[in-house]
């Protein structure tokens, strides 16, 4: 049952009320194109870092992997059970180190997760968890190239007051900041793609599909119309916004 108004702290609480299934730049699209990247096979233990309500894991285990789904927010996890009762769920420490072995995993990624943290201690440790010739992949929105650091801040802390969450990092790092943080991480990089390419080379949604994806939003109209405020607040400062943009990058980990 969906809690109240009141129990909102920000926009992705109201997500995992919803049990939004895609919430990061891309949608669906960027999903099916980081998974196909990431060359999932069949019986892979792979790590789903900051899995929100479940969608992507629960992807990767019907294409026959073993998924671990780790989250910091309870109610993002409860979201996640709601989906599937068969994932294998972890609560995150607030701490960025992962609660895994060297090389526990054949595959793992976050999608709108690690730009929300600490890059420089985030990305170490996901390449640290994933075995030699293992994959590691990310959807991260990011700064456009020449933000300055006072405009990313004032950018991030706009971001705040709207939504609870920072809008990206707090270091302005571009795309060639990323890549160089990746492969001095210990990544052979494979593939750099913005986002906007490929949510283009996805088939128009059907009215039944735009129905459904709809239809949780419509059983609670309290939180649908915080969620309206949101997207007014989204148009809103569209200025600020702009100075971001969505990457995929897709990498092996080295020997």
């Known amino acids: 049952m969906l809690w109240g108004v009141a129990g909102m702290t920000d926009y992705l609480d109201l997500e995992a009320a919803f049990s939004t ?31 929100g309500t479940g969608a992507t894991a629960v992807e990767a285990a019907r294409s026959g992997a073993r998924p ?12 996640a059970r709601r989906r599937s009762t068969e994932l294998a769920l972890i609560r995150a420490a607030a701490d960025p180190a992962l609660p895994f072995a060297d090389g526990s ?7 709108s997760v690690v730009a929300l943290l600490d890059p420089r201690r985030v990305v170490p440790e996901m390449v640290r968890v994933v075995r030699p010739g293992g994959r590691v992949g990310l959807n991260e929105r990011i700064w456009r190239p020449g933000t300055p650091a006072g ?26 900041g990323w890549v160089a943080l990746l492969e001095g991480s210990g990544l052979r990089l494979e593939e750099v793609t913005a986002v ?33 405020r949101w997207r007014w607040l989204m148009r809103r400062h569209h200025d600020a916004w702009s100075k971001l943009e969505s990457w995929i990058f897709i990498g092996e980990r080295r020997p």
């Open 151 to 176: 405009r990313a801040a004032r950018v991030n802390a706009l971001s705040r007051r709207c939504f609870g969450i920072p809008a990206s990092a707090v270091d302005p790092r571009d795309r060639d």
């Open 21 to 51: 299934p895609w919430v990061h730049p891309g949608g669906a699209s960027a999903t099916t194109h980081l998974l196909a990247g990431l060359r999932i096979a069949r019986g892979d233990r792979v790590l789903d870092l900051g899995c």
């Open 105 to 111: 995993f054949d595959a793992v990624w976050a999608e």
């Open 196 to 228: 906007d390419d490929v949510a283009r080379a996805e088939r128009p949604p059907d009215r039944r599909g735009w129905l459904e994806r709809r239809r949780p939003y419509l059983a609670s109209p309290a939180l649908y119309l915080r969620s309206l």
């Open 68 to 79: 671990i789904a780790l989250d910091l927010r309870p109610a993002m996890l409860a979201a």
